[in-house]
């Protein structure tokens, strides 16, 4: 029994191995045939645990700096997901069409529970380097995973039947089948609506202002934060050409944004380079002590705010603290996030000049793939993603931010910007390619031309849900071939 653990544990470490920021994405091809095999009828949980928890604690390393707690209940609780997925699916030689719909649940599920979900280290991020990246247009990041996960297994059953020399029978027509709706998928993802280019274009400077990684907010003055991105943005010349200035999430923090200093600083630099700034701005909501907004703003250069769109998705135990009265009766360090941020109610959108509208996914949102297709449904003609990785040592978050803005980019087929204070800031194209890109820490302005596109992916038209459905449906199926199956050769073998 030990040497499948082994084998399971191995198979994680593969699939962690194909995230960034190592990104070798053949890995998680290779990791989920390792861990098919493994799987033969026996300690099915604990096998399906220990696949789980090694690909949750490498791939989500970047938790022990901020939460040494919730690192250990992620690896445990993501675990127990896949030791329960593990436990969904058909035995026997069934599992090799099972267990690629039994995980894909089971990741759906973690992708949106618990606290809203915590989609990263996922096997769509991991393959967004590779040929099967274009798979997103079609069914976003449900139909990558089962696609990788599936993959995997066929791998797995050749291997099998090579092995073992037996001739194909039901469960392996499953499997074939599968291996055909792979097939149709990836020749989808070519062949799919991408979007298309409307002919216009947006010259957009994004601003870094540069700054050590690992900080916390307590720790650092936002007046700095702020007058690093003034200093950066100083370095822009005046240029009629130029259309945006995008900066960084939340490096603006103040009581009352419209009667700040900040305000009068961006005014005057939309001002000066006569175009509008798209900037990010944490500010306390008047008469609720203890709580804030987390927003992107459009500043017009004559000093007005001419659209906003407050943060949806905030990130739990970093913008607010779930059961902050439970936690702090525990003694939870909970002081740690002093203002609980109010989620937004409006569109994904920020409204430009000469009615250009543009998509807006702040930070952590860039993750939930829904956001991003919100926005683009509600005509957005770009994606921008302010965000703010400078807590985070190391690059694995970051890293994995400009990996899920790519996917974002295909699945939706529009051009995204993103901005972040201390890196990565980027330019990513409607096909997920990253033209820009800065590096850690520095400060810098990268200035793009960025295409303003129209039309609908499959993927921006139907979402995840038909095809979550479709996977639920698929593993109900086969369970039932499974049981008649074994009810019809169970009367052969007794007698």
């Known amino acids: 029994m030990r040497a499948p653990l082994g084998v399971a544990l191995v198979a994680g470490l593969a699939v962690a191995f194909s995230l960034p ?3 070798w994405w053949p890995l998680s091809i290779v990791g989920c045939a390792l861990y098919v095999a493994a799987q033969d009828g026996h300690q099915r949980f604990r ?17 022990w700096q901020l939460t040494i707690p919730g690192y250990l209940f992620a690896g445990v609780f993501f675990g127990a997901l896949h030791g329960a997925a593990a436990g969904l699916a058909p035995t026997g030689r069934w599992r090799f069409a099972g267990f690629p719909l039994a995980h894909t649940l089971v990741e759906a599920i973690r992708f949106s529970f618990p606290f809203g979900g915590i989609p990263l280290a996922s096997l769509g991020i991991a393959q967004v380097a590779g040929p099967l990246a274009p798979v997103a247009r079609v069914g976003g990041v449900i139909a990558l995973t089962w696609l990788t996960l599936q993959l995997g297994s066929l791998l797995a059953t050749a291997v099998t039947v090579a092995r073992t020399g037996r001739s194909l029978d039901v469960a392996h027509v499953a499997t074939a089948i599968a291996a055909g709706v792979c097939v149709l998928l990836v020749a989808a993802g070519y062949v799919g609506p991408r979007g298309s280019d409307t002919g216009e274009r947006l010259d957009v400077a994004a601003v870094q202002g540069g700054g050590e990684q690992g900080t916390r907010a307590a720790d650092t003055s936002s007046a700095l934060v702020t007058q690093a991105h003034v200093d950066a943005t100083k370095t822009i010349a005046p240029d009629e050409s130029l259309d945006l200035v995008l900066w960084p999430e939340n490096v603006i923090d103040t009581e009352d944004f ?4 900040q ?5 005057a630099q939309a001002q000066r380079l006569g175009v509008p700034f798209a900037v990010g701005v944490t500010e306390d909501v008047a008469g609720q002590p203890g709580r804030i907004t987390n927003a992107q703003v459009v500043v017009s250069p004559e000093g007005d705010v001419t659209s906003r769109y407050d943060k949806v998705r905030r990130v739990p135990f970093g913008e607010y603290v779930p059961m902050r009265g439970l936690l702090e009766s525990l003694g939870a360090p909970v002081d740690q996030v002093a203002s609980d941020a109010i989620a937004g109610t409006t569109p994904a959108v920020l409204d430009l000049p000469d009615d250009h509208r543009a998509a807006v996914v702040i930070s952590w949102e860039v993750f939930f793939a829904g956001r991003a297709r919100e926005g683009v449904k509600e005509g957005g003609e770009l ?21 899920s803005s790519r996917l974002r980019a295909i699945e939706t087929g529009r051009w995204v910007l993103q901005a972040a204070p201390t890196g990565f800031t980027a330019v990513i194209d409607a096909d997920g390619d990253v033209l820009m890109r800065s590096g850690v820490s520095e400060r810098t302005v990268l200035r793009a031309e960025i295409e303003l596109r129209d039309g609908r992916t499959w993927y921006v038209r139907l979402g995840e849900r038909p095809w979550i459905a479709v996977v639920a449906l698929c593993l109900v199926a086969l369970h039932v071939a499974a049981r008649r199956r074994a009810q019809v050769t169970e009367p ?4």
């Not at 994606?383 to 400009?402: D, E, R």
Request: aromatic share 14%.
């Open 21 to 23: 920021p190592w990104g």
């Open 492 to 495: 052969s073998t007794t007698s």
């Open 263 to 267: 305000l009068t600083e961006v005014a």
């Open 258 to 261: 419209a009667a700040s200093w």
């Open 47 to 63: 096998r399906g645990f220990v696949f789980g928890a090694a690909w949750t604690y490498v791939g989500m390393a970047w938790m």
């Open 383 to 403: 994606i921008l993603n302010p965000t703010n990785g400078s807590s985070y040592t190391g690059t694995i978050v970051q890293t994995q931010q400009v990996a």
